[in-house]
């Protein structure tokens, strides 16, 4: 068990040093560390372990956030975390947030190799392909883990999945399911189709349209949807490498859906289409 350290880190030490330094890519991806903040992301990387190595390895908290989240602390020990009392200052200065909470934590990198996502048979998956706004690839992550999906995959195309914003967008979710980062796009679709997975491209100008593809019956097998560009949708050639392109139909007036509004319809269609064609569950059941 890591212990607590009895003063305040000091502002000058290497290690808020190399805490603050995660907050840059290149850094982030020499290290294979990236930032957690808050009291629900710090609690979930402390529960996660990959194998036999702990996902938290150093924690960052001020005075008033270690006594609220006591719980968390513990955690983090009980993980073996090294965790530093440290200012609201220190923390200001590590964390990415406007408004900190005071609480940071450091964690190792935990994509999972695309192979290993095949050999597990998925039967729905969010493959984010030129997906470049953090907060929305955090979403759609996000929405995933809510579905009930087996695994998300970001393109070589898509944003870096520990950019610190898209850490904050999953609030938690992103501890919560296989993801594997980097796979070009024609890759991705080849390998879940051998897998045995359908490949649906979510686009507004589909000829498809969701809902009679659900009347139709044709959801409930293992699928993966593919999800575009939030400002241009997805390329030519990656529609053209889908098994359909598939629209959500739009019933009153607004002229379309945002990339995570749209992913969460789409994953929860499939969801229910397979827990129905499995014996009639329900999306919220457990």
């Not at 372990?49 to 908290?61: M, P, S, Y």
């Not at 090294?82 to 947030?97: F, G, K, N």
């Amino acid at each position: 068990m890591a212990p607590v350290s009895p003063e305040l880190i000091s502002p000058r030490s290497s290690r808020v040093a190399a805490a603050r330094r995660l907050a840059k890519r290149n850094f982030r991806g020499k290290e294979r560390l990236f930032l957690a903040e808050g009291p629900q992301a710090v609690r979930e990387a402390a529960a996660h372990r990959d194998g036999d190595a702990a996902t938290l390895v150093e924690l960052f908290a001020t005075p008033e956030a270690a006594d609220r989240y006591a719980d968390i602390i513990g955690a983090a020990r009980d993980a073996g975390a090294r965790t530093h009392l440290a200012s609201e200052q220190v923390v200001a200065d590590i964390s990415t947030t406007v408004t900190p909470q005071g609480l940071v934590g450091v964690c190792r990198f935990l994509d999972t190799p695309f192979e290993e996502i095949l050999a597990a048979r998925p039967r729905l998956v969010a493959v984010l392909a030129h997906v470049r706004d953090p907060g929305n690839a955090g979403t759609v992550l996000r929405c995933a883990d809510a579905a009930g999906a087996e695994a998300v995959v970001l393109t070589d195309a898509s944003v870096d999945l520990y950019n610190p914003k898209a850490v904050r967008a999953s609030v938690g979710s992103l501890f919560h399911l296989p993801v594997a980062v980097g796979v070009p796009v024609d890759r991705a679709v080849t390998g879940l189709r051998e897998a045995g997975v359908r490949l649906l491209a979510a686009d507004g100008a589909g000829d498809r349209d969701l809902d009679e593809e659900l009347d139709k019956g044709t959801m409930g097998g293992p699928t993966a949807w593919v999800f575009g560009n939030e400002a241009w949708g997805l390329p030519e050639e990656t529609r053209g490498l889908a098994d359909a392109v598939v629209r959500v139909p739009i019933h009153g007036k607004a002229e379309s859906l945002n990339l995570a509004t749209a992913a969460a319809v789409c994953l929860y269609a499939s969801a229910r289409a397979q827990r129905a064609a499995g014996g009639c569950r329900s999306v919220t059941g457990n």
